[in-house]
């Protein structure tokens, strides 16, 4: 099932790994630290310029990314549902 997370971005949901809402762990150093990882590989995509809730989690061949958008987290789950 294919997955809309905001503006013309569609992701095959079988590839999600984690949603996070942005709010509860911007804070902790696991956050953080994945953060930084994925940055440093240029993995991280920011769907959203505006206010940012939800980090979404994918790999897909053994790579990892992360999307960036103002969607909820209780949307996307509903939508994948």
């Known amino acids: 099932m294919y997955l809309h997370i905001g503006k013309d971005f569609i992701i095959n949901s079988k590839y999600i790994i ?32 505006n206010k940012q809730k939800s980090f979404i989690l994918i790999e897909e061949n053994k790579i990892k990314r992360a999307y960036i958008t103002n969607i909820s987290v209780n949307t996307i789950i509903k939508r994948v549902l």
């Open 18 to 49: 984690a949603i996070f809402n942005i709010d509860y762990v911007k804070n902790t150093k696991e956050y953080k630290s994945l953060y930084k990882e994925l940055e440093d590989n240029k993995a991280i995509i920011k769907i959203s310029d």
